[in-house]
């Protein structure tokens, strides 16, 4: 199993972070050029749960959607989903993503530290590294930041 992670530091607090990433609503303001929707399908966001991530044109020449479910989660800290619809597991098997957010020490109602961390098996020697994938949650967690007023 390969790995590959990335961060990114938001000038907000992780339970902030946190409840704009879990809430359906929200997260689909964000940036609707990278995420159009997200919608819980089975479950109520706990472990088990089953999430549509449909995106937006900035990154549908690289996944359409995902359907993701929720294998474990800290409440207020990570959330770990096991891909299991859309375009990714036709690349990958299997392909977990994890995405945290962690306090900044000493400035924890200020900023926190969010994580995107995947866990892969490529189908082919020749399917690369989910490099854009890494590249487009990053991005696109950078856009918290821009909008946390605003909702």
């Known amino acids: 199993m390969e790995?590959?992670?990335?961060e990114v530091v938001l000038n907000i607090p992780a339970q902030r972070a946190w409840h704009m990433f879990m809430n359906d609503q929200?997260?689909?303001?964000?940036?609707?050029?990278m995420l159009a929707s997200a919608k819980f399908i089975e479950g109520d966001g706990g472990p088990g749960s089953v999430r549509l991530f449909k995106l937006g044109p900035a990154v549908k020449d690289y996944v359409k959607e995902s359907i993701q479910k929720i294998d474990q989660m800290e409440i207020g800290r990570s959330v770990t989903y096991h891909v299991v619809g859309g375009d990714l597991p036709k690349m990958y098997d299997p392909y977990r993503v994890t995405f945290s957010f962690t306090p900044v020490q000493g400035q924890e109602k200020d900023k926190c530290v969010a994580q995107w961390k995947a866990?892969?098996?490529p189908l082919t020697l020749a399917t690369p590294p989910p490099e854009?994938?890494?590249?487009?949650?990053?991005?696109?967690?950078?856009?918290?930041d821009k909008v946390q007023l605003s909702y």
């Open 3 to 6: 790995s590959m992670r990335g």
């Open 26 to 33: 929200v997260i689909s303001k964000i940036n609707p050029e």
């Open 119 to 121: 866990e892969f098996r």
């Open 132 to 144: 854009k994938a890494r590249d487009a949650a990053l991005g696109f967690l950078t856009f918290f």
